[in-house]
């Protein structure tokens, strides 16, 4: 119900309010000289405005009697008209009781019924009046209640107590074919419900895309006439007592602006859903619930999934939301974009719209797609995997890389297969109907320090991917299945960015499966067949690191992609690495490399051992040289617990 506001209906509904206090004074004093009610209004426009007067639209909303309206329009006069005001004291023989009481409206006011004020009754149940908390129903005061008076007057607005609950809802402007289609089926299920007089079913929207489902309950209800308004699940109280008061008002409030309910969860806590459901259970009325696949009701209720636009549909979004010029100058990258990150459609609306600003403020200053789009989806899509992972600075290039020719060839052959996953997959149709075995899980095997964790900052570098690194110790718990919770919650969130996914020290968990002797070793077993299954679907590129390869199940490895072993350094390597361990602005004295590189450590070392000297040289306001070396080396070996041998170090001073 939505009260109409154009001018003459305020003044027609005005005159209305005039004729029906004119009404209830003549009954309340019946022995008063009273204008007569047909020179207040005729009788045929009395007929017409009852017709879509706000006090009949209260009638029929709350299905109220002929002395309930009356009893409500009684209250109302008591504010609106004083004449209404001075009756009712008139009536209780006591000019300091200007107000409505039950038993004033039983005595004066026709077809009166005790079961007007009882706690089921739609005065009371709607909240349409309250009762002064005084000893005596017949004799406590009545009042309408602000909001209820407000509509009588034609003013109809949100309930200011749910102002801070609710909130509206912002329809995208496009929608993906998948989008459309739910839309269409939700509309369908409930006008079949309102064309059939049932109760209409609540809809439980599943998926990762909780605006998308918004949108499409927005969009439904509006086709039913209905207008929308969201309320998180956070927000519904917990006691009974506190829920059931926003219950009604909510219900009342639907009533009144003809709007339907958006339950919106943001978690799957036990709490909040127990919450949210014994709220809709009673609420009534078209309602949908976005964000909790889990959610299960008494009330009838029809489920619709709605996920993230596909691939292909995310890159048709792109070219419909950008404009043509805009199309056209990310021509090269946009398809790519579109296959690698995972937006919703109101995200990817929202870039375009960013875009398409900038390009037509100043053309000049559109940024190609690489740091233009493609840094603006980066932005976008990582925040929820900040919180999971370790984000890890990826400023390495391929020149920091000391590997052999066979190692190198391997980690381009890495990056092409993500640079080009969208062409062979998708354009070529490699993925087929399946996403297992799509994923390109890798293994960097090697001791500590041959640069395995260097050799994925530079793939991120490359592909302009952020990198983040799994501390697996973190993720396993004792607990049986939170491990898949914590590594699922890592996937779903990296699925959206398509980040590189580094698990450090994979050992821990993908050791040499032992035989099955207890429910431990079966849970254990169950979590990495979960984390393979994952590994093999997820888009984007996950890294495992080992320092000890042989201890890796072979059913684990031959499910890998790509393996690279990486080799601690020959002399020739470790030449290298050492010629590139002083930045070009570092002081240093005369260094021999060659010496130096016969000192049998990894490149990780290597720069230890460079970084440990500068500070000593620093220190002692000397450039860099073979002593600093030689003590930080000693240094770095006594941490490893590797002492020096003189071979290594004969000759450094």
């Keep these: ?302 489920r619709f999934r709605v996920d993230k636009p596909a691939s292909g549909e995310r890159h048709a979004l792109w070219t419909d939301a950008l404009d043509a010029e805009t199309v056209e100058h990310h021509s090269a990258e946009l398809e790519r974009t579109a296959s690698h990150f995972r937006l919703s459609s109101h995200a990817l609306q929202a870039i375009a719209r960013e875009a398409s600003n900038v390009s037509h403020t100043n053309r000049a200053q559109v940024p190609a797609t690489g740091s233009g789009l493609w840094q603006r989806c980066r932005q976008e899509t990582n925040s929820a995997l900040d919180a999971l992972a370790q984000r890890l600075s990826t400023e390495a290039g391929w020149d920091d890389l000391v590997l052999p020719d066979a190692q190198l060839g391997v980690l381009r052959q890495i990056a092409a297969h993500v640079r080009q996953r969208h062409v062979v997959f998708e354009r070529w149709g490699f993925a087929g109907t399946g996403s297992r075995g799509l994923g390109l899980a890798s293994l960097f095997a090697g001791e500590s320090g041959t640069g395995k964790t260097l050799a994925a900052e530079v793939l991120a570098n490359a592909l302009q991917l952020d990198l983040y690194r799994v501390d697996l110790s973190s993720v396993v718990s004792k607990y049986i299945g939170e491990t898949e919770k914590n590594l699922r919650r890592i996937f779903d969130a990296a699925e959206d960015c398509g980040a590189i996914l580094l698990f450090d020290e994979a050992d821990a968990l993908f050791g040499k499966r032992s035989e099955v002797k207890d429910s431990h070793d079966r849970y254990a077993n169950i979590e990495i067949s979960y984390l393979l299954q994952r590994m093999e679907s997820y888009h984007g590129l996950a890294i495992l690191t080992t320092n000890l390869k042989s201890s890796l199940d072979s059913a684990f490895t031959r499910r890998l992609r790509f393996v690279v072993q990486f080799p601690f350094p020959d002399s020739g390597q470790r030449l290298a690495l050492w010629k590139r361990a002083f930045p070009p602005a570092a002081p240093t004295a005369t260094l021999d490399f060659d010496k130096l590189a016969r000192l049998s450590v990894t490149g990780g070392s290597i720069r230890n051992i460079a970084l440990s000297a500068a500070f000593l040289a620093a220190d002692a306001g000397d450039a860099i040289g073979m002593q600093h070396l030689l003590q930080a080396a000693h240094g770095d070996a006594a941490k490893r617990e590797h002492p020096l041998t003189d071979a290594e170090t004969r000759g450094w001073t």
């Design 1 to 302: 119900m939505n009260a109409p506001m154009a001018p003459d209906w305020v003044s027609a509904n005005q005159q209305l309010l005039v004729h029906e206090f004119a009404r209830l004074r003549a009954l309340l004093q019946p022995e008063a000289t009273a204008v007569p009610l047909t020179h207040a209004c005729s009788t045929e426009h009395v007929q017409a405005l009852h017709e879509h007067g706000a006090i009949d639209q209260l009638t029929s909303s709350f299905d109220l009697s002929g002395f309930e309206r009356d009893l409500l329009l009684l209250c109302a006069g008591v504010e609106m008209d004083a004449g209404v005001a001075l009756a009712c004291a008139h009536g209780h023989g006591d000019e300091g009781r200007p107000w409505a009481s039950f038993g004033l409206a039983l005595a004066a006011l026709q077809a009166p019924h005790w079961s007007a004020l009882s706690p089921h009754s739609p005065l009371r149940h709607w909240r349409l009046i309250e009762i002064d908390p005084t000893p005596g129903l017949a004799t406590a005061r009545l009042r309408i209640d602000e909001r209820i008076l407000h509509f009588l007057a034609g003013i109809n607005e949100l309930d200011r107590r749910l102002s801070p609950l609710v909130s509206t809802v912002d329809t995208a402007h496009l929608q993906p074919p998948s989008h459309r289609l739910v839309t269409r089926q939700v509309i369908d299920t409930l006008t079949d419900a309102a064309s059939n007089r049932r109760t209409p079913p609540l809809i439980l929207f599943e998926g990762d895309d909780p605006m998308a489902q918004r949108d499409i309950a927005a969009r439904a209800a509006s086709a039913l006439g209905l207008g929308c308004r969201v309320l998180n699940a956070e927000d519904i109280p917990r006691a009974a007592d506190e829920r059931s008061a926003l219950q009604t008002l909510w219900a009342r409030e639907a009533r009144l602006l003809g709007v339907a309910l958006i339950m919106s969860f943001t978690t799957d806590s036990p709490d909040e859903t127990a919450a949210a459901r014994g709220f809709l259970e009673h609420v009534g009325g078209t309602c949908f619930a976005c964000g909790n696949s889990g959610l299960a009701t008494v009330r009838p209720a029809r």
